[in-house]
């Protein structure tokens, strides 16, 4: 058996033609990425850590594939997604990819687009709908733990739209008089309310790699404000023909 690995202190340059179509990696049992994740959360909110990616098994239209903190006791987490790392997961009772890092076959300027609506999917929200534009940037040079990397760029600018679920709020206080005191109760309805943001996604495909050596994932509040971002940069890799 031949394995590809890249340690952490290596550096690999792998050039892909900016006309060149790129069609889907095969999969591998036991192939593997690790990446160190690090995810910021609010103004305070931060953490990183090591996780490795391992392939189970590949059918013709879905990955099966663990994930797993380096150094955890804990039994690795399994999940299916799509063959182009695809997310999926219900809304409104069917299943639906709501996040799609690549499209094979892969080419420079290619777009594509994810939009669905979901009803109540939190307590704070009646409605929330998600759009996300992706286009094939071209090459881009990037930086890893595990070395240098010439890359294709796909970039996902997006906008998110909620509407608020009604509230009621009630109020009360007393009144005194000579005659007594007097409990008053004031109820006061607000009804549903739009707010909206935005979303910035950002991968680095490398061919050779079959996956991303590095990610990013931001989310921005209606105030413009950034309240979460998601990094992943690969650490190492060990693929099997």
Not at 33 to 52: A, N
Not at 164 to 172: D, G, H, K, R, Y
Not at 190 to 204: L, Q
Request: charged share 20%; hydrophobic share 35%.
């Amino acid at each position: 058996m031949i394995r590809a690995l890249i340690a952490t202190a290596a550096v690999c340059c792998v050039s892909v033609s900016l006309a060149e179509t790129l069609t889907a990696p095969t999969y591998q049992p036991n192939d593997r990425w690790t990446y160190r994740v690090t995810e910021e959360k609010g103004p305070s909110g931060w953490s990183q850590s090591s996780i490795e990616f391992k392939v189970i098994r590949a059918s013709g239209s879905s990955l099966y594939f663990s994930t797993h903190p380096l150094g955890s006791t804990q039994p690795p987490k399994e999940l299916v997604e799509g063959l182009d790392w695809s997310r999926r997961r219900d809304v409104n009772g069917h299943e639906t990819v709501v996040n799609q890092p690549l499209a094979f076959p892969l080419t420079v300027g290619q777009t594509w687009e994810i939009h669905y609506v979901e009803q109540h999917p939190n307590k704070a929200h009646r409605s929330e709908e998600w759009v996300h534009h992706y286009t094939v940037i071209g090459h881009e040079g990037v930086d890893v733990p595990a070395g240098h990397f010439d890359a294709i760029k796909v970039e996902a600018e997006g906008r998110w739209t909620a509407e608020l679920e009604p509230t009621q709020t009630v109020a009360q206080s007393a009144q005194t008089s000579a005659n007594g005191t007097t409990m008053v109760t004031q109820a006061a309805k607000t009804e549903a309310e739009p707010v909206a943001g935005r979303t910035y996604k950002a991968f680095w495909y490398v061919p050779s790699v079959k996956r991303w050596v590095k990610s990013v994932e931001e989310y921005y509040s209606a105030g413009g404000v950034r309240n979460e971002r998601y990094t992943q940069e690969l650490e190492s890799v060990d693929l099997h023909p």
